[in-house]
């Protein structure tokens, strides 16, 4: 499987409100990836649903263990890699397994929870080199670390 590049873009929302997270996969916010997927494939609603997360919001414990699939208080076994676009993680989330080894974190399994009829199996999966991830999550870390309380560390 060809490795994917991550990163992770943090904007403030608006001016000067709360950092927002939106993972970039080779380059692309993952809010466009997944609204290209949705809509070509006909899901109602689709497009300009999803958007970052934001940790002042929502109490995910250190992104560094969210981002590995050990976010403190996720939904079940999977973990929100998007939140709606209105702020609110739980709303309209992006929901994906991921699975970290010594080599690589893949994410694949996505799902749309409240929208469980739909079909996210050829969506991903995206797997990336652990060690390009490992220091993608550094680099979100050093961003949030003075911008955001409590709520990442």
């Known amino acids: 499987m060809t490795s994917n590049d991550i990163r992770f873009d943090c904007q403030h929302r608006g001016n000067g409100g709360p950092l927002v997270i939106v993972p970039l996969i080779d380059g ?4 466009e990836v997944i609204d290209g997927f949705e809509i070509a494939a006909g899901m109602q609603p689709a497009g300009d649903a999803y958007g970052g997360l934001i940790p002042e919001f929502f109490r995910f414990g250190p992104m560094q263990d969210h981002f590995l699939g050990r976010s403190t208080n996720a939904m079940g076994p999977k973990t929100p890699v998007l939140g709606c676009e209105c702020g609110e993680w739980g ?5 994906a397994r991921i699975t970290p080894t010594a080599d690589s974190v893949t994410w694949d399994a996505f799902e749309q929870p409240h929208r469980k009829a739909r ?3 050829a969506f991903g999966p995206f797997q990336f080199d652990r060690h390009q991830y490992d220091d993608a999550l550094q680099a979100l870390s050093a961003v949030i670390g003075s911008n955001v309380d409590d709520t990442c560390a």
């Open 28 to 31: 692309a916010p993952l809010t």
């Open 119 to 121: 079909d996210y199996v």
């Open 91 to 95: 709303c309209w989330p992006l929901m």
